[in-house]
């Protein structure tokens, strides 16, 4: 690894780090806080101004040791990335309408697609497809990104998670691009990557310095994993072996498998229920994990791992199936597994409901004859004078 690869990481990491115990501060100081409700995970009122220090963290250390800061594409990628932080933050300190937000959305992405040059081109045979003509190819590319900055903030739900996974996709990018000699990129990736890993230190095993990344963080890692995927993507087709991957969009995917999946699972649920798909709910798969008993942590730490093995089996179905096979196949095994995972979820429920209620039965029966006992749904007995 070189020096200024290393010494990126250690920036990104270290700045990161030493800005948000003041943010903390300043939070609890302004009230600036996320307020738990019958939607929300966390139980207690906690800063939501974590993608400031991620913003700060990967800018200043990516402009300082960027080896050519004058291509065209990088200028508009932190023009993008700006726009993402200031709708973010107002949204996290104010609330912006979801209309507001979308249009700052499509404004970003129009930008990095048809100004940053931010476009998917290379299909690899996806479909019988080598490559995508321009008036393919930008408005999918358009798209691409408003679903995976969407993607991002939906499953960004349990402590841990839509970092965690940015890691994971960012520095596997990252150090790709490093050995493929695309420094400018490898270092916008390892910068991101150290970033979050300094998060998560807080998100994870803050205490008293515990914070949310917010919609301003989740808005910025949603642009950066697309930029850097859509990037991987198209660079990928100018390498050779062994960094070749014959099938870089399978590989893609499958990085990003939990995003993807679990939103256009939850849309097509909302829209079954004639409902808009952008309406809040608890049916996410970090919901289901919960529900089925896991902690925030073990719920992530599954997720990971679940993202990883995608990734195995999308290295593996290259080299025996076709693409357009292989996508098909990969997305159902996906699919299939989040339906197993919401029937153990109800399954896990329903026995906790039951044993809740025997317990309930065991108390009842021994309470003193008379004895009058408060109805609450679902634990005891509706009877409100108990024989015995």
């Given at each position: 690894m070189s020096i200024t690869?290393?010494?990126?990481?250690?920036?990104?990491?270290?700045?990161?780090?030493?800005v948000i115990p003041p943010?903390?501060?300043?939070?609890?100081?302004?009230?600036?806080m996320d307020v738990p409700d019958q939607r929300k995970l966390n139980k207690t009122v906690i800063p939501t101004l974590g993608g400031v220090a991620i913003f700060i963290g990967v800018n200043i250390s990516t402009l300082v040791f960027l080896p050519n800061?004058?291509?065209?594409?990088?200028?508009?990628?932190?023009?993008?990335?700006?726009?993402?932080?200031?709708?973010?933050?107002?949204?996290?300190?104010?609330i912006i309408s979801a209309r507001k937000k979308l249009m700052v959305q499509i404004a970003a992405s129009t930008l990095l697609v048809v100004l940053g040059g931010f476009q998917i081109t290379q299909a690899y045979g996806l479909g019988g497809i080598s490559e995508f003509s321009p008036w393919v190819?930008?408005?999918?590319?358009?798209?691409?990104?408003?679903?995976?900055?969407?993607?991002?903030?939906?499953?960004?739900?349990?402590d841990g998670l839509a970092a965690g996974i940015g890691v994971l996709v960012s520095a596997t990018v990252g150090v790709w691009f490093?050995?493929?000699?695309?420094?400018?990129?490898?270092?916008?990736?390892?910068?991101?990557?150290?970033?979050?890993?300094?998060?998560?230190?807080?998100?994870?095993?803050?205490?008293?310095?515990?914070?949310?990344?917010?919609?301003?963080?989740?808005?910025?890692?949603?642009?950066?994993?697309?930029?850097?995927?859509?990037?991987?993507?198209?660079?990928?087709?100018?390498?050779?072996?062994?960094?070749?991957?014959?099938?870089?969009?399978?590989?893609?995917?499958?990085?990003?498998?939990v995003p993807i999946t679990d939103t256009l699972r939850v849309f097509a649920v909302r829209i079954y229920h004639k409902k808009s798909p952008f309406s809040p709910d608890n049916n996410h798969i970090h919901h289901l994990l919960i529900k089925a008993g896991l902690s925030h942590i073990a719920a992530t730490a599954f997720l990971i791992g679940y993202t990883a093995l995608f990734a195995l089996l999308a290295l593996t179905f290259q080299l025996y199936i076709n693409i357009s096979v292989s996508f098909i196949l990969l997305l159902s095994?996906?699919?299939?597994?989040?339906?197993?995972?919401?029937?153990?979820?109800?399954?896990?429920?329903?026995?906790?409901?039951?044993?809740?209620?025997?317990?309930?039965?065991?108390?009842?029966?021994?309470?003193?004859?008379?004895?009058?006992?408060?109805?609450?749904?679902?634990?005891?007995?509706?009877?409100?004078?108990?024989?015995?």
């Open positions: 690869l290393l010494s990126n990481i250690i920036l990104s990491f270290i700045i990161t780090y030493a943010i903390v501060r300043v939070s609890k100081a302004k009230n600036l800061i004058r291509l065209t594409e990088l200028r508009f990628l932190y023009a993008a990335i700006i726009m993402m932080f200031f709708t973010g933050l107002k949204d996290d300190l104010l190819s930008i408005p999918l590319s358009i798209m691409v990104f408003l679903f995976l900055i969407n993607a991002v903030n939906l499953i960004d739900g349990i490093y050995m493929t000699g695309f420094i400018g990129y490898a270092i916008i990736s390892t910068a991101l990557a150290a970033s979050l890993l300094a998060y998560l230190r807080f998100n994870l095993w803050g205490n008293s310095n515990k914070i949310f990344m917010g919609d301003t963080g989740s808005l910025i890692l949603g642009v950066l994993l697309g930029a850097i995927m859509i990037k991987f993507n198209e660079l990928n087709v100018l390498t050779a072996n062994p960094f070749h991957f014959q099938q870089a969009p399978l590989f893609v995917v499958a990085m990003l498998i095994m996906s699919f299939s597994a989040i339906g197993w995972l919401n029937y153990k979820s109800k399954q896990y429920q329903k026995n906790q409901e039951k044993a809740t209620e025997e317990e309930s039965s065991k108390i009842i029966r021994l309470l003193p004859l008379g004895t009058k006992v408060a109805e609450e749904p679902g634990k005891l007995s509706k009877k409100k004078l108990l024989k015995v």
